[in-house]
């Protein structure tokens, strides 16, 4: 097993995103947070990575230093098979919360990416429609984010993701807050389109459902980046002591507490 | 769990709160010093009003009545400073020889005054020339009797032989209206004007030239008792009118029918009284509106963050909190918004009362009542909806950031509607001339007022409210495609886009609208008002006082040209207009006949259209000019003769050749309904060259100098030395705080401060603080978008299509609302104006200043909110 520190490549073709120890430290002081220590890897055309770890662990962190969304504090981050203007347009973020605009309908809302590149209104509409028959939703194109349930508002998300043809697909915890059959559907169409496109995909998830219908894993822990280069039974292993860790520094938190009180 | 709320709020909140509390405090702090400055003005009036009476009672001893016992009553009554005894006696004639001439008068009044009378009521007399004892002159007299101290005239009486007398003195009397009133008499009895011919003698020169005709005509001789009292009466001058009325009565009834008391002090507090609910009713009109959109500003302030706090409740039921708790926390909030808002107002007050209305602070019954209107506004804007919320709303509807939004009820139209029609039949209504909107009836005590006039501004106010909001609502809701047009400079592609937010976002759009809108007819309208209200001051002014500064004839009726001349030098002096003034018999009515030079003195004489009916001012002085021997005559000899235009008019004038009347025709040519210097009842107005050509006089009876509206006190103090003591000089400042009513003699200066300072900052507030709010609420959409790769000219163009939707729409809506309002309440409080305007004059300065405010706010709101979009959106994402 390869440690933080050592690039690792996931095999395949072009480099889309490369983080050579990225770091993101969050405050200054005694008081700051480190929420990913130096990271390195780096995520290929075409690739199918799950980053699993649990609640806390600097997954959405990682995710978001490689969508351009948050800025290293330390390391890099390139995009090497991207033109670094309009990252926005390659690479599609699928998030964890609520995260389509209020006063959109949801066709509105998967147009939009269109029409911030520059697409004309009537393709982007059109394009924007055909996404969401793609994942079965043309009934909701007219709903505003209030009317549709949490599942049908993640696969609008998904949907205004896939309508602007990334190449690399980005999804934080896409389905932490569906129960497990609207997590099924999500997870069904995210992947199933991101094969249509070519795109690569990598999700961050502490649900191991999820991540075992991607064929590529990674862990994170305590900000540090963990990617598989031993069994599959030594990697898993790698991660329950990783749990484990986290697990007890809260139980002893949790102690502290109480004796405090 | 209230102090943890409390403290989180303080931390979290705090900006919010000091936003609510802010609309609280300026709606507070507007009351207070508005009711301060009515409180004050009340007084005002009232010491005012006191002040321009010297003789309080002039009690009138019935026939057969002691005098002296009648003045031992009088003295004898609480309150009585002193008493003393005048005789009044009728004259059939006076005469004089000077000059080589022999001049003539009709009947007159001769006064016999005690020694000390003009010490005692010193602004009875002032003297002009010669000096304050003795036999004294009338100025008006004097030019009729072309007699000066030094002179003798002969007093007739009726059935007796004349007594001659050496004339010691000249005088004015400032107050001869109510010197020779006709007591007891009603209103519409008393003489239209003082007598003519007046002659002041000792007590003891009377005594001897009128107790002989006492016993034979005992009507043509009368004692009255100048009465002074001790004037410790209440500040309000309807109570003050009520205490001094009381005592008169009080004095009749003692006196027993032995005398009647002609009560002067009771009749200026009368006219006070009405003016004072003037006052009061200018409060209302003005200062209340203005209250009331503050109230609704906090609750715009207070709504921005509805949608928030409905997720917090929401937030908190599902941890367990009852609805109880619920409310319990938003009264907290009211309470800390009521607090500081109410003693920030209360403090705002007293320091811009001290600064700019001069009040030693705000009297307890205005802070108390304002105090209670600051709380009641902080719980109707932040615990009621609160309250609504948490008995109404579900855990689902509370976490609904943008619900569809139905279109409003047609029955808002046609509410607003019916508000707009009432409100136009309400204007139609006090458009007519006989309207008065305070009816104060002399010697009544009470007054009465045209509640249904408060309708009139009202209903416009409410159903102009309501109209904004429809049209801006059918606007955001129908006209999408209008809006993406507009937009597009602004937003470019994401025009659409934008349109479609605000259009279902229009929640706050429309209350930055409406709110705006409100606000800039509450600028506009009393911007107008005030600036009409200080115009008409100013064309009172010069009405009365004729010009800058005017000079008239004393003794010899004759102000010449050789005077014109002398003051035409004078440092400061622009022009100098000669005004001809004589006196013409019109059949039996002895009027005033202004001669005038038709070219110079619609400039000169600061003529305005308002002045004439039937055609303008420039109109009427060209008929003047085209036809010598045209003549303009008040509306009532119009009316009164059945004049028509070209009809004939023969005046009886003096002819300065011998000495004698003589009839000199004229024709009707217009009707004029005031003139620089005229009486305000009826006069005449003609070209001075006919004059002087048929009377063969050229004399000049008043100068109207034109200083260029500086320098009048200056330039009338050099004319007074230049022309001696026989000229009356009399300057614009002077006048302006002596005539008109006690209202116009307030200063509204500070007042007008004080209400355009608190519009300019409501429109300020109305626009820039609520579109903030509302853009505040925003954050998240345009944090999305920027995640989505929104450039920052993107995320601009949603923040100042926002903000010029509001400042357009806003703005035309108040602008309209504003223009109708102003008409509204001049026309309505057209009892204030005296004389009432022909138009409303508008402030362009002010406007354009509050305009510029405004759009300045507003630009500031969409520069922060765009300043704070261009934040990393994960930062702004992770706060929401």
Redesign the interface.
Known sequence: MTANGTETVTPGGEQLVVCTDAARTYGTGPGAVVAVHGASCAVTAGAGIAVVGPSGSGKSTLL?LMAG??RPTAGRVAHPGLPEG????HIG?V?QGP???????AV?NVA??L????VA?AEADARAFAALEELGLEALASK????LSAGQAQRVAVA?VLARRPRLILADEPTGQLDRESAGQVMGVLLAAAATLGAAVLVSTHDMRVADALPTRWSMADGRLVLPDGTAEEDRAEEDRAEERLAGKRRAGERQEREAR | MIGMWLSGLLRVRGGRLLATASGVMVAVALLSLLGGFLSQTRATMTSQSVRTVSVDWQVQVADGADPNAVLSTVRGLDGTKAALPVGYAGTSGLEARTGGTLQTTGPGSVLGLPADYARTFPGEIRVLAGHGQGVLLAQQTAANLHAAPGDTIAVKRAGLPAVRLRVDGVVELPLADSLFQKVGAPPQSQPSAPPDNIVLLPQRTWHTVFDPLAVPRPDLVRTQIHTLRGHGLPPDPAAAYTAATGSAHNAEVRLAGAGLVGDNLGAVLDAARADALYAQLLFLFLGVPGSVLAAALTWAVAQAGAGRRRKEQALLRTRGATVRQLVGLAAVEAVVVAVAGTAGGLALAALVGRVALHTAGVPLSWALAASAVGFGVAGATVLLPARYDARRATVASGRTAVARRPAPHPAWWAMAAVLLAGSLAVFRATSTTTYALVLAPEGTASLSVDYWAFAGPALLWAGGAVLAWLLADLLLRRGRPLLQRLFRPAAGALAGTVAAGVSRQRGAVLRSVVLLALACAFAASTAVFNSTYRQQAEVDAVLTNGADVTVTTSTNGATGTADAAKLAGVPGVQHVEPVQHRFAYVGADLQDLYGVQPKSIVSAGRLQDAYFSGGTASGLMDRLARRPDALLVSAETAHDFQLRPGDQVRLRLTDARTGGPRTIPFHFAGVVKEFPTAPKDSFLVANSSYIARTTGSAAVGTLLVDTGGTAQQSVAARARTLLGPNAHVTDLPSSRTVIGSSLTAVDLAGLTRVELGFALVIAAAAGGLVLALGLAERRRTLALASVLGARGRQLSGFVWSEAALVAVAGGACGAVLGWSLSQMLVKVLSGVFDPPPSQVAVPWAYLLATAAVTVAALAAAAWAAVRHARRPPLTELREL
């Open positions: 978001h969304l948050d309009s990252l926005p347009r973020v998030f995260s389509l605009l209020p006063p959109l309908t509105e939009l990416p029409r911030i590149d520059g209104q505003l984010p209030d009317e205004r």
